[in-house]
């Protein structure tokens, strides 16, 4: 099996997971970044029962708190949660039911609770999902201000 060095992964988005681990993001809005991703990820050589949908469009309004990638060592595609940095198994093997119980955890609840005002902005700012943004109420505990192309929201909580 090649490792991540065999190819030239620097470009490439690197997030370090809740558990230090480093994973590599597949960036949906880059091609070339795409390219390079899914040249590194077919080097690793994944055993995989299903095939992993990189491109398809994600429906789920979970999906608007999670990124894919693929963890640096082994290649194994994921999740991971842009609020907490926890990674989660791919949903292309068992849906994203695993996604959505996540956001409910009382780890990523406290973590979300301790984003300044401006990651909530950053993080709001892309939002487009009404039910995202209702989900992100009902977890904080503290205001938080919304911020989106099209609205500004005040969840008073």
């Not at 090649?2 to 949906?28: A, C, G, H, Q």
């Not at 009404?130 to 503290?142: D, F, G, M, N, Y």
């Amino acid at each position: 099996m090649l490792d991540s060095n065999s190819w030239n992964t620097s470009l490439l988005k690197v997030m370090i997971s809740s558990k230090n681990e480093p994973v590599f993001i597949r960036d949906l809005g880059d091609l070339t970044l795409q390219i390079i991703f899914d040249a590194w990820w077919a080097s690793m050589n994944v055993d995989w029962e299903r095939p992993v949908a990189w491109n398809n469009s994600r429906h789920a309004p979970s999906w608007q708190f999670y990124l894919h990638c693929g963890i640096e060592e082994t290649g194994s595609p994921a999740s991971i949660c842009i609020i907490c940095h926890q990674v989660l198994r791919h949903p292309s093997e068992h849906g994203t039911s695993s996604m959505e119980k996540h956001l409910l955890a009382n780890a990523h609840i406290a973590k979300l609770n301790e984003l300044t005002e401006s990651e909530v902005t950053e993080l709001t700012s892309s939002m487009d999902d009404e039910t995202a943004l209702a989900i992100l109420k009902r977890q904080a505990s503290r205001e938080i201000t919304i911020v989106s192309s099209q609205r500004k929201i005040i969840f008073d909580i």
